[in-house]
């Protein structure tokens, strides 16, 4: 279920932003540095509302939530097709988007799955995001065939009612916010009744003070935020900027295609090196294929060159997701796992938000994207930094009754 959402939901959005960069400029008139601006205002929107949403999954049943956020990301598709201004643009993208859409898949799925999981909370976590690789890897042909046939517009009111009557009965139907619901433990173990004079472990619930002044926290905000920061530019731009170096719209398409491919393959690999092993090496290959992979896209012009670039670049920043949840989890626990997620969320956005609108400012400049993939590539270095504020484990607290 949590790989479906995170398919129709932002997956799809975030796969499918660069398809409609170019369209939606021509029809409000806008550059390429105006419309990046919106798709940024919706990360500063996440960002600036990050803490309370991972206060209100933290506390909160998270079903009923879940459900507001399915409905308010279809009210945002529906509002989206029917922008005609650029100021539009950037209120239904921060109110609906930057409000629903991504706290539905970036706050409450993975709190659902950390409250579920313990043993094999990293594969978990990685199969969840595999959904929105694959929306990365079936939707931009799907989005470009669909443009074609029926407009921009035409294509969000499809992805909207997709939402509607896919999303919203799993989320209705399916979704327990703990598994004492059901009677059971993580895991799906039987749950087990306390006896007086028990030793049980149970998770720290971190005051805000205490989780400011861990240098995990901060690596965690520096990994990730740069990571987010150069993925989502180039995610939204890399289309553009295939087309625009004479790689026709098809072929760009299944470039994106497989560069999300590798993204799906290699997020179950990060789950199982997260449960097995010192989580700074899942870390360390990550940002090293990232790294490879934007070196290469400089370097290499190419159709085939380009493609084996971006998949190599694909499979690295499949660890994204898993990695910076799992990480959360690890070193912060389940009750407090909404909060300090979504106060890292609103640490990093100084970094993470910058990018769409940087790639779309040197474009407009100077009619190319190279200087910006060059920043990112220094970018990807400095990430390797968090590095060094990283615990491989974090011990289980333990408590008498």
């Known amino acids: 279920m949590g790989f479906a959402i995170g398919l129709l939901t932002s997956g799809l959005h975030s796969y499918t932003?660069?398809?409609?960069?170019?369209?939606?400029?021509?029809?409000?008139?806008?550059s390429r540095l105006e419309v990046s601006l919106g798709f940024?205002?919706?990360a500063a929107v996440v960002a600036v509302t990050g803490p309370l949403a991972g206060y209100l999954v933290d506390r909160l049943n998270l079903r009923r939530l879940m459900v507001g956020f399915v409905l308010w990301t279809v009210a945002g598709y529906m509002c989206l097709a029917m922008v005609g201004s650029k100021w539009?643009?950037?209120?239904?993208?921060?109110?609906?988007?930057?409000?629903?859409?991504?706290h539905l898949s970036g706050a409450a799925v993975p709190k659902l799955i950390v409250n579920w999981f313990e043993r094999q909370r990293g594969l978990a976590l990685s199969i969840v995001a595999m959904g929105a690789s694959v929306a990365g890897a079936l939707a931009p042909p799907l989005a470009i065939a669909l443009i074609e046939a029926i407009g921009w517009r035409g294509t969000l009111v499809v992805f909207g009612a997709a939402t509607l009557l896919v999303v919203l009965p799993m989320v209705a139907v399916w979704v327990r916010s703990v598994p004492s619901e059901l009677g059971l433990e993580p895991d799906g173990d039987a749950l087990l009744v306390q006896v007086p004079g028990d030793v049980v472990k149970v998770d720290k619930r971190w005051r805000r003070g205490e989780y400011l002044?861990?240098?995990?926290?901060?690596?965690?905000?520096?990994?990730?935020?740069?990571?987010?920061?150069?993925?989502?530019?180039?995610?939204?731009?890399?289309?553009?900027?295939?087309?625009?170096?004479?790689?026709?719209?098809?072929?760009a398409s299944?470039?994106?295609?497989?560069?999300?491919?590798?993204?799906?393959?290699?997020?179950?690999?990060?789950?199982r090196l997260l449960d097995r092993f010192d989580s700074r090496i899942s870390v360390a290959i990550s940002l090293s294929a990232q790294i490879l992979g934007i070196a290469l896209l400089l370097t290499l012009s190419s159709y085939w060159a380009l493609l084996g670039a971006l998949v190599i670049f694909g499979a690295g920043y499949g660890g994204m997701v898993p990695l910076r949840n799992a990480l959360t989890a690890q070193h912060f626990g389940r009750l407090s796992f909404g909060e300090v997620a979504g106060a890292g969320r609103a640490a990093s956005a100084p970094l993470s938000m910058l990018g769409m609108p940087f790639a779309g400012w040197i474009f407009d400049r100077y009619q190319s994207y190279e200087i910006a993939f060059s920043v990112f590539l220094a970018l990807y270095?400095?990430?390797?930094?968090?590095?060094?504020?990283?615990?491989?484990?974090?011990?289980?607290t333990t408590t008498a009754e």
């Not at 932003?17 to 806008?30: Q, V, Y």
């Not at 539009?88 to 991504?102: P, R």
């Not at 987010?228 to 026709?248: K, M, P, Q, R, V």
């Not at 299944?254 to 789950?271: D, E, H, N, R």
């Open 381 to 396: 270095v400095v990430a390797c930094l968090g590095m060094l504020m990283l615990r491989p484990r974090v011990a289980s």
């Open 213 to 251: 002044k861990a240098p995990a926290f901060w690596g965690i905000v520096l990994i990730f935020g740069l990571m987010g920061c150069n993925f989502s530019a180039i995610s939204l731009h890399l289309f553009a900027h295939l087309t625009d170096i004479g790689i026709e719209a098809a072929p």
């Open 254 to 271: 299944i470039i994106l295609s497989a560069m999300a491919t590798l993204a799906v393959v290699s997020k179950p690999v990060f789950g």
């Open 88 to 102: 539009q643009l950037y209120v239904v993208l921060g109110l609906f988007f930057g409000l629903g859409t991504f």
């Open 40 to 42: 940024t205002l919706t």
């Open 17 to 30: 932003r660069g398809i409609f960069l170019k369209p939606i400029a021509e029809s409000l008139d806008a």
